[in-house]
């Protein structure tokens, strides 16, 4: 099924694919990312040590892969509880 089908007009959470899907539609581009709030884990401390331990690992692939000043590889992408996006239509 097609994540373009059928997109609801209400401020909804969606996934990565949606999103890709949209801005590509629409002829968007990213121009900021924001977030309410950085997490780093969940509530137990099992989960916030791993995170710990594994998050920069995950911040340096980020940055290898999409480079540094990428809105890609930004702590708000890695960290953020919710995401906030800024695109502008590409003329």
């Not at 209400?10 to 309410?36: D, S, V, W, Y």
């Amino acid at each position: 099924m097609d994540p373009c089908h059928e997109l609801n007009r209400h401020i909804n959470p969606i996934g990565f694919p949606e999103l890709k899907c949209i801005l590509r539609k629409n002829n968007m581009r990213i121009q900021k990312i924001a977030t309410n709030k950085y997490t780093r884990g969940g509530s137990s401390f099992p989960s916030r040590f791993i995170a710990m331990i594994i998050s920069p690992f995950i911040k340096g692939k980020m940055i290898k892969h999409f480079g540094k000043k990428s809105l890609l590889s930004s702590g708000e992408l890695l960290y953020g509880e919710i995401l906030i996006l800024k695109a502008k239509k590409v003329v």
